[in-house]
């Protein structure tokens, strides 16, 4: 299991995260020079992920990402959290991904969960959020051909800007009818959005918003944080 730390550039006695693999639940071991090394994928830009979701580990979480773009559902609707966030990135490198979880409900589904992850190409955190390519064995880093191809059947708003997502197959994955799974892109980095149940997926039939906290301030305080972290 992978142990908890202090993150990089925090004191023992803050926020611990879990240090591990962005592509797989692995945990990952420095190495020297800064580098860590995944026992299954070799040297890779470690990701951190706090043992609780909290006002503090968020603010610590910010501060490590920087003005890499961190994506909540915005505003949260009465009843909603967030439950989890993480970020895949080296100290003292610029970030390659962050990825925030809201956890409410909604009257036809019951529990939900919302995973919105921004990732550079070829980092492959997306994809194991995704749960794509776990039953034939394959590790997909990115979303597959049909992102792109034909008009966007989902639109929602990062920021100011419409953003088109397209469905990502999960039929050979493991549980493939426990989510659904969309991506597209956004200022340059894959957009994915991971919602659970999969006819959760109807939320976004509503105008959705993402907004970009990574410089929100104080508004963030006001932010519910807490309940259980989805699995991933």
């Known amino acids: 299991m992978p142990t908890d730390e202090p993150a990089p550039g925090e004191g023992a006695g803050d926020v611990a995260v879990r240090t591990e693999c962005p592509r797989c639940p692995a945990p ?12 299954e994928h070799g040297v890779v830009v470690p990701l951190w992920r706090p043992t609780t979701s909290s006002y503090e580990a968020f603010a610590g979480h910010l501060l490590r990402v920087g003005r890499f773009p961190t994506y909540l559902p915005w505003p949260l ?9 993480a970020a895949v990135v080296a100290e003292g490198e610029f970030p390659r991904a962050t990825m925030t979880c809201v956890a409410g409900t909604s009257q036809l589904d019951g529990p939900v969960d919302v995973m919105v992850i921004s990732e550079e190409p ?7 959020v995704a749960g794509l390519g776990a039953a034939e064995g394959t590790d997909p880093l990115d979303p597959g051909r049909e992102v792109g191809d034909g008009p966007a059947p989902v639109r929602v708003r990062v920021d100011q800007y419409p953003v088109g997502l397209w469905p990502v197959s999960v039929s050979t994955s493991p549980g493939e009818w426990d989510r659904s ?7 340059g980095r894959w957009l994915w959005l991971v919602l659970r149940p999969a006819s959760a997926i109807l939320l976004l039939r509503d105008d959705w918003i993402l907004r970009d906290v990574s410089a929100t301030g104080p508004q963030l305080v006001a932010l519910p944080f807490g309940g259980p972290a989805p699995s991933w």
């Open 122 to 128: 070829g980092t492959g955190f997306g994809a194991r």
């Open 28 to 39: 990952v071991a420095e190495v020297g020079n800064g580098l860590w090394s995944c026992p």
């Open 77 to 85: 609707g009465p009843g909603w959290a967030v439950s989890d966030f």
């Open 181 to 187: 799974v969309l991506a597209g892109e956004a200022g």
